[in-house]
């Protein structure tokens, strides 16, 4: 189990990273070869991230976290795929996708989408994660999946370098309860009392 946490939290920081430093110098050198090769497998890298925060939130995790993680990795393949096939593909050759493509891709930007607000959501009532980065990842991750095609200008840069330090908060996250897997497991036993004391308060 461990070794999921680590491997997500290395994968998560090394996509987050993937993200924010082309993000950013894109504000200034605008889409090149160089930044659309690495954005374009930073999807990949934050799949091993997704499976570690979920697991490290599953003493926690309820039902909408459950569910939201699984929506998540559905549409996180599909848009990493899109992502991979625009950036490493496509852009170097210099096509645009026909009609019927740009259709399929924007329905798996919206799948993702969904499954970012959904994940999120189910990782703020678990409350394992900080929630700075858990708001982030709720609220940014979907307009920056949204305005993927958009031209670059710092505003999309911007949200480039704010999604991907989301990530590297998450993997350092992730990486402290790898390290004392006893101190998060106690963390979220407390939690779980305190509701369940809450609980059993409200019901008397």
């Known amino acids: 189990m461990s070794f999921l946490l680590r491997f997500g ?4 920081a090394l996509s987050g990273l993937f993200i ?3 993000g950013a110098l894109e504000a200034f050198t ?3 070869l160089a930044t659309s090769l690495v954005i374009g497998v930073s999807p990949a890298l934050a799949l091993p991230l997704l499976t570690a925060l979920h697991l490290a939130q599953r003493h926690a995790a309820g039902h909408l976290a459950t569910s939201g993680y699984a929506v998540n990795v559905v549409g996180l393949g599909l848009f990493g795929a899109a992502a991979y ?4 593909v496509l852009f170097p050759l210099g096509v645009t996708p026909a009609a019927p493509t ?3 891709l924007l329905a798996s930007a919206v799948v993702f989408a969904v499954g970012c607000v959904w994940f999120a959501a189910g990782m703020l009532r678990a409350g394992v994660h900080p929630r700075v980065p858990v708001w982030i990842y709720l609220v940014a991750l979907p307009v920056f999946t949204l305005a993927a095609r958009l031209p670059d200008t710092p505003l999309t840069s911007a ?3 704010l999604v991907g330090g989301a990530l590297v908060w998450l993997a350092v996250s992730v990486n402290a309860k790898a390290v004392y897997p006893k101190a998060a497991t106690s963390s979220s036993g407390t939690a779980a009392a305190n509701s369940s004391s809450v609980a059993t308060s409200a019901g008397s």
């Open 159 to 161: 949200l480039h370098v």
């Open 102 to 104: 740009r259709v399929v």
């Open 85 to 88: 096939a625009l950036n490493v």
């Open 9 to 12: 939290a290395v994968c998560g």
């Open 20 to 22: 924010a430093v082309p």
């Open 30 to 32: 605008g889409e090149t």
